[in-house]
């Protein structure tokens, strides 16, 4: 009883010279060696080295060795899809393979794994004799800069990212074959699956590590993760993009120093363009009055690019202050909590105006430097006096306790305005970054409202700033609540929509 048949196009096997090993000839031998160190046995792999016309009948070896094999491994290519070899093997599988090996968790379309040599077409897929285009993937391909992919190779330069590769995907098989009952094989404890959903975004290559290292850690939660395969790169990209947002609770995109391919028809990379259908999923679903979807941006600390489109949108996410720069763990810890909580629930119907009084009073976190210790004094009474309560900084203590202060309001209050007055010139600036950081600290939901105040001095700086993430107000001269409206205002349209 086999564990593995290796279903493959010749076309995908063949060498520059007769004395070099094909491509499928060197997966079958490090898929065969790895599987065996991890099921400590000699794991049972078959792949047909005859060369076969594709309009030839099955063999009787062949139909046999489809018939009573566990996984099928489809090494799937343009040629694969257009293979009527390649496709009677697969329609055998699927209407032959022995039922007793399959289960309640692995029906036999579950038993079938990807291994994506070249990327194709998601509609190719589907016209197969078995509709490959939901089916588990591996990717043994990488883009490179202008979007070209390139097939990863066991030989040099690629020898560490195949061997990684192989891994991954041996790890899951021994996983697949434990569940369908090696009782010789070492056996991983059953993951439940947890029901909960995540999208993690397709990102360029200096980060792709870190996202396929966050998709395998959340599996292993029994979490699904989407999408399955990479998009093929043509017109439906975004529809397909939306159609996985849609079936999420979170999602996650990683942002390198690389701005990344750009899609046919559109004229963003495939990294913002996933994050902007995710903003726009946001939406969707808060108009809706559907629980909402989770969005994670994420780059390592000190990510340097020197690509202008790439600049302006990591400049574009640290002014809508919804950038995490944080180590990877961080990052999985966030993420992962985040799925811990129960799912949250659709967005409740707006209150009546009369059952505000009875409703608790909002938090605002006044932000100021201790150089505005008296001018904030107005408006600090102001606020409490409207109904707010108002959390502030501390400025005494060591710097461990007042970071911890900051870090506390930042996650507790409903709403953050930061005064800006006597403070140096870089300070703002920092302040208004260092908003980001709140999702990092463990916020789990959306400021109602971001506001700044600039007031006396006047300076060219305070008329200069601007940012999209914060509602910018002058207050030169006396107090004035006036001032307030546009802070105000977002608040209370946050109510109203109950985002």
Not at 261 to 267: G, K, L, N, T
């Amino acid at each position: 009883m086999r564990d593995i048949f290796i279903s493959y196009t010749h076309k995908d096997n063949l060498s520059l010279t007769d004395e070099e090993l094909g491509w499928v000839d060197r997966f079958h031998r490090a898929i065969q060696v790895r599987l065996t160190q991890l099921l400590g046995r000699e794991s049972a792999v078959f792949y047909d080295t005859a060369v076969m016309s594709g309009s030839d009948r099955l063999t009787p070896k062949i139909e046999s060795e489809v018939r009573d094999t566990k996984i099928l491994i489809s090494i799937v290519s343009p040629g694969y899809l257009r293979s009527a070899w390649c496709n009677q093997e697969l329609e055998l599988f699927a209407r032959t393979s022995l039922p007793e090996h399959s289960t309640a968790e692995l029906d036999t379309k579950s038993r079938i794994i990807k291994v994506v040599k070249l990327p194709v077409e998601q509609a190719l897929e589907k016209q197969a004799t078995v509709d490959l285009s939901d089916v588990l993937g591996h990717e043994f391909y990488q883009m490179d800069k202008r979007g070209i992919p390139c097939e990863v190779d066991a030989e040099p330069p690629d020898h560490r990212e195949f061997v990684r590769r192989v891994n991954e995907l041996a790890y899951d098989i021994r996983n697949m074959l434990a569940m369908l009952g090696d009782e010789e094989g070492a056996r991983p404890d059953p993951v439940a699956p947890s029901g909960r959903v995540v999208y993690v975004a397709e990102t360029t290559s200096d980060l792709a590590d870190d996202a396929e290292r966050l998709r395998r850690a959340l599996q292993q939660y029994g979490h699904t993760v989407l999408p399955q395969g990479r998009y093929a790169y043509g017109p439906d990209y975004a529809q397909n993009v939306e159609a996985d947002l849609g079936k999420a609770e979170v999602s996650v995109h990683c942002v390198g120093a690389s701005y990344g391919s750009v899609p046919e028809r559109q004229h963003k990379s495939v990294v913002e363009l996933q994050y902007d259908i995710a903003a726009d999923e946001i939406a969707r679903r808060a108009q809706q009055q559907k629980p909402p979807l989770r969005r994670f941006a994420w780059s390592p600390p000190g990510v340097a690019t020197d690509e202008p489109q790439q600049e302006a949108f990591i400049a574009r996410l640290r002014d809508e202050a919804t950038l995490l720069e944080t180590p990877f763990e961080t990052l999985k810890t966030s993420v992962q909590q985040a799925l811990e909580a129960p799912p949250a629930p659709a967005p409740a119907a707006p209150k009546p105006a009369a059952a505000a009084a009875d409703a608790p009073a909002l938090t605002v976190y006044l932000v100021f430097d201790s150089s505005d210790a008296e001018a904030v004094k107005p408006l600090d009474d102001w606020l409490f006096d409207n109904g707010y309560e108002v959390l502030q900084p501390i400025f005494d203590g060591d710097e461990a306790q007042i970071r911890k202060n900051d870090e506390s309001c930042l996650v507790a209050c409903d709403a953050v305005l930061v005064f800006c007055g006597a403070a140096p010139a870089d300070w703002l600036r920092q302040r208004v970054l260092d908003l980001q950081k709140a999702f990092a600290y463990g916020r789990q939901r959306p400021f109602l409202a971001r506001g700044v105040v600039v007031a006396d001095p006047q300076s060219a700086d305070k008329d200069r700033f601007r940012s999209h993430s914060v509602v910018k107000m002058e207050m030169y001269g006396a107090f004035s609540s006036d001032a307030l409206g546009p802070f105000l205002a977002t608040i209370q349209q946050a109510q109203e929509t109950a985002v």
